[in-house]
């Protein structure tokens, strides 16, 4: 059995468990608690946590610090269970996605992010890493199901540098599963892309607008915009119509036609009043390099002519929409060509 232990690892989890339960804890509370060497409280650590037994977080204080919270016997018993319908050599060639599949409905999911945008625009590589979203109650049975030898589970930001074959990131979702799930051609559930749209649309990355306008063009057709849970009652929701609006307009002003149909616009367009004191994309590389070149051109006197009109020429670059920005009241800081290339790289201008 893959997920079994030899005695004296068990025996450790056992009496660690009375102890901690759902408590955090470190390395020399082992080896205080089990009355054994830091280095065995280490090999301890280590094997339960490749098992799937145990979760490891670093200190948000100092990140050299490792936490540790055990994954309850109740979820370790159920996944051993889900285990136990697979052939132990069978179980060694699954990939990430065919463990997705054999979940099937067994614990509600959604492969969501960079990953899930890919199954709609195959367009834009996706990272290694799986973002999926769960349900809260069950984020100790994803860990102890997905974790192995290949596979690191974390429920934040993947700061690790271990090599594995696949990283996972798990995030709650607050919404009702029956909502948000579609099933892909591949087998697995993914996010819907009415609300992957909003949700990459929200981090506001030059990569996720990149997505989005990608999964936008390849699917236009078939994206709900109107009705109950659609794209604009979304973003109303999620306080992003202004933005959603600007970027469907760019997408039409950069092809020089319609792709996004007029009444998504004017819809749009109806439902947002005067000006908001907002920067779009709030990416930090494009903020960082626009503030830089403001502070640049207001101190004209401390550089050369010709750096002068360098600069100006990428801060009309970065204020590429102007006319948009003033249509939708907000300033964008979105360098045209962003848009322009996913058009022509889909081969729609």
Do not use: C
Not at 200 to 218: D, G, N
Not at 220 to 228: A, K, V
Not at 283 to 311: C, F, M, P, T, W
Not at 329 to 340: D, K, N, T, Y
Request: overall charge positive; glycine content about 4%.
């Amino acid at each position: 059995m893959v997920k079994s232990l030899p005695n004296w690892l068990k025996k450790n989890y056992n009496n660690l468990w009375k102890k901690y339960e759902k408590e955090v804890f470190t390395t020399e509370n082992v080896a205080d608690s089990l009355n054994i060497s830091k280095y065995m409280a280490t090999k301890t650590l280590w094997q339960l946590e490749n098992k799937g037994f145990i979760h490891k977080t670093r200190s948000e204080l100092d990140y050299r610090n490792k936490i540790y919270r055990l994954i309850s016997p109740e979820d370790v018993s159920y996944v051993i269970g889900l285990y136990s319908l697979i052939e132990k050599e069978e179980f060694r060639k699954l990939t990430l996605e065919d463990k997705l599949i054999i979940l099937n409905e067994k614990i509600p999911y959604a492969l969501t992010g960079s990953k899930a945008a890919y199954r709609y625009h195959h367009y834009v590589n996706p990272p290694k890493v799986y973002e999926i979203k769960i349900r809260s109650e069950d984020e100790g049975k994803w860990i102890a199901f997905l974790t192995d030898g290949y596979t690191k589970v974390y429920l934040n930001d993947i700061l690790e540098t271990k090599s594995a074959k696949y990283y996972v990131k798990l995030t709650h979702s607050t919404i009702k599963f029956d909502n948000i799930i579609h099933k892909s051609d591949s087998g697995y559930y993914i996010e819907k892309i009415e609300y992957l749209i909003i949700e990459l649309l929200m981090k506001e990355t030059q990569t996720s607008i990149i997505e989005v306008v990608a999964m936008i063009i390849q699917n236009s057709n078939d994206i709900n915009w109107f009705r109950e849970k659609g794209v604009i009652k979304l973003a109303v929701e999620s306080n992003i119509i202004r933005e959603l609006g600007f970027l469907l307009d760019a997408i039409n002003y950069e092809s020089n036609s319609s792709i996004i149909d007029e009444r998504i616009i004017s819809t749009i367009e109806n439902m947002v009043n005067g000006n908001r004191n907002i920067i779009f994309p709030k990416d930090g590389v494009l903020l960082n390099r626009y503030d830089e070149l403001r502070n640049k051109l207001a101190h004209q006197s401390l550089i050369s002519e010709k750096e002068i009109i360098n600069y100006i020429k990428m801060q009309k670059r970065f204020e590429g929409y102007s006319e948009l920005s003033n249509k939708w009241g907000l300033q964008s800081i979105l360098p045209r060509e962003v848009i322009r290339k996913v058009l022509t790289d889909l081969g729609v201008s």
